[in-house]
């Protein structure tokens, strides 16, 4: 049976959704679905770090298991993310039976609804359907978010390039030109890909992202950016690789290398900024060694932006005249720590901390020992800059203690000093 298709907006706020399969696809899936506030119940045996997430902060719920015709049982929607053509069309019958509308990743004429090509724009989405052809309509939807960007005044030079075919020469890392590259020859783009909110990516970062074949995502990076690639990008889950922390980043690198040497368009989309608290430097280290070409487009920081959606400055007149930006991954009394805690305890400006929740107790005391007023204002931030935030007011003193009461989880931003006030009314 054939016809257009009708265009409709889904409201599934509160609305059970179901979705079959805890891979790359349902990766790129989830996140719209919570974004639209709906409930949604992920059936699969294993997932990704990143679903993992959500899963963790109860966002979500999660069946860990095969799919069972009984789970579309109230359900409004369901996607199915697997690969196994037997499974999905077991899911499509359940869903026929039940008139609930399927959509297949695997499948798309056997299914009955469509996932458009999407871009948002403040409060306007903007959905296209391409006929059944995917790149169809990511083009025709990168053109629309070119005009969209032109309309609010955005740069346009950089947009234009956005649905064209052509994937022209970067910067390089060191400033200079990168040798023009052809389709038979890769290059790798590290992008800060901000602080949460989707909307915060860089321009030329986005426009990267429509280019790239291959797309190597920290678990930390905004799930709608995900949602957004096209259909055939092949998405590395970084968080996703085995072996221990050093071992993960050489085979990081080496995915990177590999892809690259293949003719792929590469994107190392990492949370916030690539070379803040992150690997960005090892990771164009190893392409350079490589003959790799590499682009880094500079991220928003969490470590500024972050405290500024909780109206936090991290500097303000008369108040504090320096931040200072540290790592508290690592405990003050580990011989591991490179951060001098008895000299920021003498500082008088804010002090931003990054990954320091699990180390909290221990930091604010290391502070207060060496000098730091134990009523010095606090804050911390959790998710900031998304619809997850939550924010909290302390003392350096106490901060520690409320942040277990109140059951504040990673990630999150602490932020210590005068400043924490300033901007409230």
Request: hydrophobic content about 50%; proline content about 7%.
């Amino acid at each position: 049976m054939s016809g257009n298709p009708y265009p409709l907006g889904l409201r599934l706020a509160g609305r059970r959704v179901v979705v079959v399969g805890g891979g790359a696809v349902a990766t790129r899936r989830v996140p719209a679905l919570l974004d639209a506030g709906a409930d949604v119940l992920l059936v699969a045996p294993e997932l990704t770090p990143a679903l993992r997430a959500h899963v963790d902060a109860g966002r979500l719920r999660w069946e860990p298991r095969r799919f069972a015709p009984g789970d579309l049982d109230g359900a409004w929607l369901v996607q199915v993310a697997v690969d196994d053509r037997v499974a999905a069309a077991a899911v499509s019958a359940a869903a026929a039976e039940r008139r609930v509308f399927c959509v297949r990743a695997d499948d798309r004429a056997a299914a009955t609804a469509w996932t458009p090509a999407v871009t948002r724009h403040g409060p306007v989405t903007v959905a296209v359907l391409g006929g059944g052809d995917p790149r169809r309509a990511m083009s025709v939807r990168d053109a629309v978010r070119e005009l969209l960007a032109a309309r609010a005044g955005q740069p346009t030079a950089e947009l234009g390039a956005a649905a064209a075919p052509a994937r022209p020469a970067e910067p390089g890392a060191g400033g200079s030109e990168a040798a023009a590259v052809t389709p038979s020859v890769g290059r790798v783009a590290l992008v800060g890909a901000g602080p949460g909110d989707p909307e915060l990516i860089t321009v030329k970062g986005w426009r990267l992202l429509t280019e790239a074949d291959v797309v190597v995502a920290d678990r930390l990076v905004p799930g709608l950016l995900l949602d957004e690639l096209r259909a055939d990008v092949e998405l590395v889950d970084a968080s996703k690789i085995p072996y221990g922390p050093a071992r993960a980043q050489e085979e990081i690198n080496r995915i990177l290398v590999d892809r690259a040497r293949a003719g792929k368009v590469v994107v190392r989309l990492k949370g916030g900024d690539p070379y803040v608290f992150g690997r960005g430097g090892e990771e164009l280290l190893a392409c350079a060694e490589a003959g790799v070409p590499v682009t880094v487009v500079p991220g928003v920081t969490s470590a500024i932006s972050v405290p500024a959606a909780a109206g936090v400055p991290v500097t303000h007149r008369a108040v504090a005249h320096e931040f200072t930006v540290v790592s508290g991954h690592v405990a003050p009394d580990s011989p591991d720590s490179l951060v001098r805690w008895e000299s920021l305890a003498g500082l008088r400006g804010t002090l931003v901390i990054l990954m320091g929740l699990r180390n909290l107790a221990a930091i604010s005391a290391t502070l207060v020992a060496h000098g730091r007023p134990a009523n010095t204002p606090a804050a911390v931030i959790q998710e900031g800059t998304t619809s997850g935030q939550r924010a909290l007011r302390s003392t350096l003193g106490a901060v520690a203690a409320d942040v277990e009461s109140a059951g504040l989880r990673p990630p999150a931003i602490v932020v210590v000093g005068d400043v924490v006030g300033t901007l409230d009314a």
